[in-house]
């Protein structure tokens, strides 16, 4: 039969793992060529082997889009900056803005997704190997409106509660009934935020990235167009309603994507009551006589079968259910695993994440103590310090369905491999951004938010806290990319949480000694102190609690690109710091960064370049094919 093409992105996007349905070669079925290839349908997308060529694209459109929500997130803090500053008004706005940053990582980015990727790529599996019914649907009736009915109790209770909440959080806040008023808006994206992560993870797991990839493209619009129309009236309240509006945009962005998904597996999937057995399908009749009434030994030409409408059916075989990948038990029938979530993963992985976000908790407890002014410093400098993070991690947020369904298709080898080679491409990522960072801190700020309200001061003290941010960057990518191996399983372990909960206790303790001395420099060194020892957890209880990472060659090849961001960043720094104009220093002090990087990065052979090299190549070529065909 003809293979199928493979196909793009979001527009049958093409996937990992064999198809669940095997064309048999011709020479076997009784059907002519000519009349079985035409009908016979192409594999489901989710189910089409993973290429090179896939994953560049799915990670062109992601990173293409995110860059986007990124550069689109600096316009709303730099909105936020030029219309209300760097005071008490934007001290208590941002204590609201602690919901929507907390429902982000918990239902969005990490939490919700590390429970529901697993669990809907274990039921793209069972459709392939022709389970009854539509297992990916049969999850989706299980478990969504119960969840949404959760967020939404949870939002009006926290919508209730404000004023305990915001006299609990930030206990020194000069303006309080503003924070609650903001809290009480924000609130809304409990709900709003939860239904978006749910699509989000949905439609990963079936390889379709550019509407989860939008959301936050949307979400910062509606802020920033609801600080413009309604500031004049409602103050740093209308940041709040941006909020809330940008949250249901995210809903309705990726709603026409996901209901595709849904009615495509009606048909898509095997029919219900087929058996996970080798079998062959039913040839169409007129064929099956054809072949009958033919003497032995006669010509195919002399042939004249009736003509009948096109029947589409096509010989296949469908593979049994693969092996569970070691110390994994099977799911019985109509448990958690067939229908819906395992509750005791869902509780691991939203306590991870809560305890993750925590240090947002503390660093803001700990400035709301200070002068005017300190969790507004915080904030910006951790928004600005976290962008290489952020698109560091993108690899990652395209391979962890991929390594889900290997887990799920019991390859535990090629997942290893995939999150060996994420692990080194992240982190030469990162570090070239921090050190970017570190070198070009004060052109950063003062090119971004001096403007307006942001005075000269603001840019001194967030410039000073965003370099401390900078050196828990590579912690940071660590344990983003880490938690993935030991959740996409779709198993319950409680190992990532009680290391997240040990950099949590080490902020808090650091923070307290450092706030009285250092201020809020203090506090950001607690945060990358914490977060650096949560990846050093991590990565040494993979051989034994998660996926067997080889912790020795991935430490050797990690120390050198730290070395080259070490020498670059300084390098970087003289360079900066030789003109006063900021877009001129970050021009020649980011330039010098990346070529004293790549350059003592490859001299002292970090073999993440190579893979970054070739990604590049790979986009570029993608990029300029699709500009010019």
């Known amino acids: 039969m003809a293979g199928a093409a493979q196909p793009a992105v979001d527009a049958g996007s093409g996937g990992e793992g064999a198809s669940g349905a095997v064309a048999l070669p011709v020479a076997r079925s009784a059907v002519p060529p000519a009349r079985c290839a035409p009908d016979a349908p192409p ?21 293409g889009l995110s860059v986007a929500a990124a550069l689109l997130g600096l316009v709303r803090d730099q909105s936020l900056a030029r219309l209300f500053g760097a005071g008490r008004d934007t001290d208590a706005f941002l204590v609201a803005w602690t919901v929507p940053e907390f429902a982000a990582t918990l239902l969005i980015e990490d939490g919700l997704a590390f429970a529901l990727i697993p669990a809907f790529s274990k039921a793209l599996a069972r459709r392939a190997q022709g389970a009854p019914g539509d ?30 909440f915001v006299a609990v959080l930030a206990p020194g806040l000069p303006d309080p009934a503003l924070a609650v008023d903001c809290t009480r808006l924000t609130a809304t994206c409990v709900l709003s935020f939860g239904v978006a992560g749910y699509c989000s993870a949905a439609l990963r797991a079936h390889r379709r990235f550019l509407a989860p990839a939008a959301i936050y493209i949307v979400y910062n619009v509606g802020i920033v167009t609801a600080m413009y129309a309604l500031g004049a009236q409602w103050g740093v309240r209308s940041a709040a309603f941006g909020v809330a509006a940008g949250g249901c945009l995210m809903i309705l962005v990726q709603l026409p994507s996901l209901v595709r998904q849904l009615c495509r597996g009606r048909t898509a999937g095997p029919a219900a009551g087929d058996s996970a057995e080798a079998r062959p399908t039913a040839v169409p009749p007129a064929a099956e006589d054809s072949t009958r009434a033919r003497p032995t030994g006669a010509p195919a030409a002399t042939e004249r079968p009736t003509r009948t409408p096109p029947t589409r059916t096509r010989l296949t075989t469908k ?26 993963l869902l509780a691991t992985v939203l306590l991870f994440a809560l305890c993750r976000q925590s240090q947002v908790l503390i660093e803001r407890f700990l400035a709301s103590g200070l002068t005017a002014g300190a969790i507004s410093h915080l904030n910006y400098a951790q ?54 960072v570190v070198a070009c801190a004060p052109q950063l ?13 603001d840019t001194a003290a967030t410039a000073g806290v965003m370099r401390v941010y900078a050196l828990g960057l590579l912690a940071q990518t660590l344990t983003g990319v880490l938690v993935r191996s030991y959740f996409s399983a779709g198993r319950a372990t409680w190992y990532p949480v009680s290391a997240m909960a040990a950099g949590v206790v080490a902020t808090s303790w650091t923070g307290a000694l450092t706030v009285g001395p250092w201020g809020v420099t203090g506090i950001a060194a607690a945060n990358a102190a914490g977060i650096t020892l949560t990846a050093v957890l991590l990565l040494a209880g993979t051989g034994r609690r998660g996926m067997p990472i080889r912790t020795g060659p991935l430490l050797r090849e990690l120390s050198r690109p730290l070395r080259a961001a070490a020498v670059a960043a300084v390098a970087g720094g003289l ?19 990346t070529v004293v990087f790549v350059l003592l990065g490859r001299a002292l052979g970090a073999q993440g370049f190579a893979s970054a090299f070739r990604s590049v190549r790979t986009l570029t070529g993608r990029l300029v094919h699709a500009v010019l065909r």
């Open 135 to 164: 297992p990916v649907r049969s999850l989706v009736a299980g478990t969504l409106p119960r969840l949404a009915l959760a967020f939404a109790a949870v939002g009006a209770l926290l919508a209730l509660a404000a004023p305990q």
């Open 43 to 63: 594999p489901a997308p989710e189910h089409t082997p993973l290429t090179r060529r896939f994953l560049a694209r799915a990670t062109l459109i992601t990173a």
């Open 445 to 457: 700020v003062g090119l971004l938010f001096q403007r307006g309200a942001f005075t000269a001061r």
């Open 383 to 436: 928004k600005v310090a976290q962008i290489p993070m952020s698109l560091s991690t993108m690899l990652s947020t395209v391979t962890f369905p991929v390594v889900a369904r290997a887990l799920a298709d019991g390859d535990t080898e090629r997942a290893r491999s995939r999150v060996e080679r994420d692990l080194v491409l992240a982190a030469c990522l990162v570090l070239l951004g921090t050190a970017v």
């Open 575 to 593: 360079v900066a710091s030789w003109t006063s104009a900021p877009l001129a220093g970050l021009a020649a002090g980011g330039a010098t960064v």
């Open 319 to 344: 593979y049994p259910a693969p092996t569970p990948p070691p110390g994994a038990s099977p799911a019985p029938k109509g448990s958690a695993g067939a229908a819906g979530m395992d509750v005791a």
